[in-house]
């Protein structure tokens, strides 16, 4: 079974706090994602590596980095929290390739900005 | 742009009764189309991928369809274990010029949820 883990389930910060969120899968996936979901948006992405070092940004890049130095982790760093960052924060990993891009997701992080 | 809108955005059903959700997507060229499932405080679990109209896929209650136009997730006999709400997803063919063709970007619509009460 393929496994994403991201390390905290829940998180509070307040603003202007430097966060991290961290993610690991366990499959040797090439391609790891991070997205936010809110409520009515579904997912959108922030972030995603197609291969260590390697990152392109997605839909929403604003107020976050990331870093991958390790094929199996990834992480999203809010170099400054803002409440407007209060979310669901999903990480995923797929396989290279167009056949096999099916997303395998972690349980989430919900984040609260205080 | 590409974009994907679900319907309804909630359903509530009775066990035993059967529905339809669906998922319409306007994408220049439809390279996949993906559901999941997602119950409350997790991250969404991967249901089927549809790849060309006409295909059909099925799993214990479950059954995806793709047009040309939309795909549909028909829940046939719903137990309340089949509540959730459920995502879906679609990936655009790549053009010639893409350097990022590996990657599969997925375009999210925002899910139908589901109860299913006894």
């Known amino acids: 079974d393929v496994k994403v883990t991201q390390s905290s389930r829940y998180l509070v910060k307040r603003t202007g706090e430097k966060v991290f969120l961290e993610c690991v899968q366990d499959m040797d996936h090439e391609n790891m994602f991070w997205y936010r979901q809110d409520p009515g948006l579904g997912l959108r992405l922030i972030y995603f590596?197609?291969?260590?070092?390697?990152?392109e940004k997605g839909d929403i890049p604003e107020g976050y980095s990331v870093s991958r130095e390790k094929k199996e982790r990834f992480s999203l760093i809010l170099e400054s929290a803002s409440t407007n960052q209060t979310s669901m924060y999903l990480c995923?990993?797929?396989?290279?390739?167009?056949?096999?891009?099916?997303?395998?997701f972690g349980a989430g992080t919900r984040l609260s900005v205080l | 742009e590409d974009q994907v809108t679900q319907s309804p955005e909630a359903l509530r059903l009775q066990e035993g009764e059967s529905s339809s959700l669906n998922c319409s997507y306007t994408v220049s060229g439809l390279r996949g189309l993906f559901w999941y499932r997602q119950d409350p405080g997790k991250g969404p679990e991967f249901l089927f991928t549809?790849?060309?109209a006409g295909e059909e896929k099925e799993k214990e209650r479950l059954k995806a369809t793709l047009t040309k136009k939309e795909s549909f997730l028909h829940i046939t006999a719903p137990k309340p274990e089949d509540s959730a709400t459920y995502l879906c997803?679609?990936?655009?063919?790549?053009?010639?010029?893409?350097?990022?063709?590996?990657?599969?970007?997925?375009?999210f619509g925002a899910g139908t949820q589901v109860v299913v009460t006894p």
């Open positions: 549809l790849y060309s």
């Open positions: 997803a679609v990936q655009a063919s790549v053009t010639p010029q893409s350097t990022t063709d590996s990657w599969g970007k997925l375009q």
């Open positions: 995923a990993s797929s396989l290279a390739g167009a056949a096999k891009n099916i997303q395998y």
């Open positions: 590596s197609y291969d260590v070092k390697m990152k």
